[in-house]
């Protein structure tokens, strides 16, 4: 197996680093990165921490190293070499995290997400009308790992705030059986890229072929953090299997949500190497302008509109005999 982190890696063109990951010959994984720069999203950081401990798991040798570029501190203090169990170049002394980032977090118990909650608040300086949607976006994607993923080393998060353009960049990675075993518990398709559209439509849960889900799964979570991407005007990313969506900037009328993510402005990849599990990227602005309070009703009401929808076309199609 091969990683490298590249001088940009952001949910833009984060297609690039995820082809240089490389799933091939399992016996062992070389680690690298660009000799001159590193700049790279959450979610890069998150799928190589997760990479990097699957092989501690499994015994795996781990070889090669991450340059002393001048970027090395940053990846020191988001502990990545923590999990990838590698010599970081170089020593850093650590100073205080909040308000700018959320270093890289192993979540294997539902304490484990409490304290990830914990540290992201100090990170959002915002209202609590802008908080509690970020906040849902960790704990979504977190219960999600504990409750679908059967992951053996559980999920990676960590998260960086960029104080000048008020933006939160969220990344979050298992090593579990991904969307297509996850979704195929309950529904049929075709594909990856159907597996991953089931996921991303409200209303549709792995854990039951109910629509609507049941009591503990709406089939909500993933449409609300899509939505919540769009709504802010940023990128969403999804990675399971070889296949990648993502949700685009270039979206025509923000406040349109659509119960099918494939009515979006997106891009589908199904070429990619094999990851097993499921890795998501977010970024969401955090700007008080917003008025997230009244976008979240906005989504809960789209949330509603495409499961009666949903209902609706389902009884249309049965037939009692």
């Not at 990683?3 to 010959?25: C, K, M, T, V």
């Not at 090395?72 to 923590?82: G, Q, S, T, W």
């Not at 914990?118 to 908080?131: E, F, G, R, T």
């Not at 559980?154 to 090593?175: E, N, S």
Request: proline share 5%; net charge positive; aromatic share 8%.
């Amino acid at each position: 197996m091969r990683i490298h982190l590249p001088n940009s890696a952001h949910l833009q063109n984060i297609e690039g680093f995820i082809r240089r990951y490389n799933p091939d010959n399992p016996s062992i994984l070389e680690i690298s990165g660009h000799d001159k720069y590193i700049h790279v999203h959450p979610f890069s950081l998150a799928l190589a921490a997760c990479i990097g401990a699957s092989a501690s798991e499994n015994n795996v040798q781990i070889t090669g190293a991450i340059p002393n570029v001048s970027s090395a501190p940053y990846l020191v203090r988001m502990k990545l070499f923590d999990f990838l169990r590698t010599t970081p170049p170089r020593i850093v002394h650590s100073h205080e995290a909040a308000g700018r980032f959320v270093p890289l977090t192993q979540i294997k118990t539902s304490e484990d997400l409490t304290g990830a909650i914990s540290d992201l608040i100090p990170l959002l300086h915002a209202a609590p009308s802008v908080a509690d949607p970020i906040r849902y976006v960790i704990s979504e994607l977190g219960r999600n790992v504990l409750e679908h993923s059967n992951s053996p080393v559980g999920g990676f998060v960590c998260a960086q705030y960029f104080r000048d353009k008020k933006r939160i960049a969220i990344g979050m990675a298992d090593a579990g059986i991904g969307i297509a075993s996850a979704i195929r518990r309950s529904h049929e398709f075709t594909s990856e890229a159907e597996a991953i559209r089931l996921a991303l439509t409200p209303g549709i849960s792995g854990a039951t072929p109910r629509i609507g889900g049941n009591e503990t799964n709406a089939g909500a979570g993933l449409f609300f953090i899509r939505s919540i991407a769009k709504v802010s005007g940023n990128f969403f990313v999804i990675y399971s299997g070889s296949t990648q969506y993502k949700l685009l900037r270039r979206q025509e009328n923000l406040r349109v949500l659509y119960a099918n993510p494939l009515m979006e402005s997106h891009r589908i990849v199904n070429d990619l190497p094999r990851w097993q599990g499921t890795a998501i990227g977010i970024d969401i602005t955090v700007d008080d302008t917003l008025e997230f309070a009244a976008l979240l009703e906005t989504i809960r009401q789209s949330y509603s509109i495409g499961v009666n929808a949903r209902k609706k076309d389902y009884y249309k199609r049965v037939r009692f005999t």
